[in-house]
C-alpha cells in the first residue's frame, strides 16, 4: 500500500511540473487601433497546446467592473462583462485549439485604450499577459487657405483639421518637400484645430 501511495504522488509532480512549462505569451509592443475598425488582442498559450478545455479571462486592469470577456466550460459568458463590449468580443473557437486565446474587438472606442490582461487558467495551473492598446482617431485631411498678409507683408496661411487623436505633430514643407525648421517658430497651434503659418 505505501508503494502504491508514493507511486501516485511520483506520477502528480510530474502532471503539475509538465503544466507549469506553459507560458501564455502576448505582444511585446503595444497593439494600435483605429477607432471605429477591429482589432485582434494576441494572446497565446506556448508551446502551443489546446485551451479548449481552459478558463480564458479578458479584462481591464485599469477598470473596477473589469470583465472584457470569459470563455468558461466550453461556453462564452456575458453575466459580468462590462456593458460597453457587449456584443463587441470575441474568441476564435477552433483557435482555442491552436493555444490561441487572441480576442477580436470590433467597432474600436477611444474608451478601449488602456491595459488588457489576457488569464488562462487549467486546474491548479494558470497564466497571463498583459496586452497594451493604443486608439488613434484619424482626423479630417488638412485644408490650407490663405488668409492674407501681416503687418510686416508675410503671408498669411491657415490649415484647419481637426477629430485627431493622439494630437498630431504638424510640420510645414516647402514646395519641394523639405520642412522649414527656420520657419517652425512662426507657426501656432490651436486646441480646435486650426494652424497659422506666417511666410516672410
Sequence with gaps: MKFICVTLLIISGITDSRSEQYDVVGPT??????????????????????????????????????QVHLYDDHVDKTTN?????????????????????????????????????????????????TVNVKVEVVGRPPVITVDGFDHSGGLHLQCESEGWYPEPDLEWLNSEGRRQDSLQSQTETSRAGNTDYHNK
Design 29 to 66: 509592443d503595444p497593439v494600435f487601433a483605429v477607432a471605429g475598425e477591429d482589432v485582434i488582442l494576441p494572446c497565446s498559450v506556448k508551446p502551443s497546446t489546446s485551451v479548449v478545455d481552459m478558463r480564458v479571462e479578458w479584462f481591464r486592469l485599469d477598470q473596477k467592473d473589469s
Design 81 to 129: 462583462q462590462i456593458e460597453s463590449y457587449r456584443g463587441r468580443t470575441k474568441l476564435n473557437h477552433q483557435e482555442l485549439q491552436r493555444g490561441d486565446a487572441s480576442l477580436k474587438l470590433s467597432s474600436v472606442r477611444v474608451s478601449d485604450e488602456g491595459l488588457y490582461k489576457c488569464f488562462i487558467q487549467y486546474k491548479s495551473w494558470f497564466d497571463d499577459a
